[in-house]
């Protein structure tokens, strides 16, 4: 993930010079323009409300100086997050999942992003029986999966979209199988990431996971995966990047609708680490 769209694009020279200048909390202060705070939990500089992270973004040289932000990282024993469900779409209508993952090993199965009512009705998104792959809440019935699993250690972005008739599934920006099997109808209750809530622990990295309450085409899919959608978003109801460090066991959402993650549900041997993302994403 990157740092907050509503923070201003850093060129790599500005970049760098903020690094060089951790320890100048005003001049920091005055690139990002907030109030001054004291420093941050990593001992970086200070802090400030709102959608920022409170130390200066990390370069990633290798694309294009974009500044690589946070990732989650989950050890798939313990760790998990949860959301809001405000403004999402049944799962049996026009939606779109996605996400940029990078999972320690394809086996089992494993929860990516999770939307449910109960265990009555809802999607997952992860990894199911050693694919990727989409699948049913309520009889656990696949409705889209990849037919080969890249191999583990790297990052891919994976989109799961439904129309009300056809359910797709992208494997870094290419349709990889079609499906008209019968979906669950109900509008989630609840939203998971790492886990559905009772097992399925996922062991891994994840990056700029993205709710839609629209299908999104394929166009779209590959022309934002790695980037922010520009402008306003229509549909867009959950957006995580997971870059606002400052926010401790919570992340915000982007997409305006209030649906900030809750990491651990604040427990914090339960929470997922932020860690430096390498996912290639830019601005």
């Not at 740092?3 to 100048?24: D, E, F, K, N, W």
């Not at 996605?98 to 009555?120: H, K």
């Not at 989109?159 to 008739?165: L, N, Q, R």
């Not at 606002?244 to 609708?257: E, F, V, Y």
């Amino acid at each position: 993930m990157r740092r907050s769209r509503t923070t201003a694009p850093l060129s790599l020279g500005r970049s760098l010079a903020i690094v060089l200048a951790l320890g100048a909390a005003g001049a920091l202060l005055a690139a990002c323009g907030g109030p001054q705070k004291s420093a941050g939990p990593d001992g970086g500089a200070p802090g400030r409300d709102g959608l920022t992270f409170d130390i200066p973004p990390v370069v990633d040289s290798s694309f294009d100086g974009s500044a690589a932000g946070y990732a989650l990282s989950f050890d798939g024993n313990h760790e998990y997050a949860t959301a809001g469900d405000a403004r999402f779409a049944p799962v049996g209508g026009p939606q779109t999942l996605e996400m940029w993952i990078n999972y320690a090993a394809p086996s089992g199965t494993q929860d990516f992003l999770v939307l449910r009512t109960d265990f009555e009705s809802g999607v997952h998104v992860g990894i199911h029986d050693g694919a990727l792959a989409a699948w049913r809440v309520y009889t656990d019935r696949v409705l889209v999966q990849a037919p080969n699993t890249p191999p583990a250690g790297s990052w891919h972005h994976l989109a799961y979209t439904y129309d009300g008739t056809t359910h797709l599934l992208y494997l870094d920006g290419t349709e990889v199988d079609s499906q008209t099997v019968p979906a669950d109808d109900r509008t989630p209750t609840s939203a998971w990431l790492g886990t559905d809530g009772s097992g399925n622990l996922f062991k891994g990295l994840m990056d700029e996971v993205r709710v839609w309450a629209l299908t999104r085409s394929a166009a779209q899919v590959a022309a934002d995966m790695a980037h922010t959608p520009a402008g306003a978003q229509t549909g867009l109801v959950a957006y995580w990047t997971f870059d606002d460090a400052i926010n401790g066991g919570s992340s915000i959402d982007l997409s305006g609708s209030g649906n900030s993650v809750t990491l651990g549900d604040g427990v914090a041997s339960l929470m997922p680490s932020r860690v430096l993302s390498t996912a290639p994403v830019g601005n």
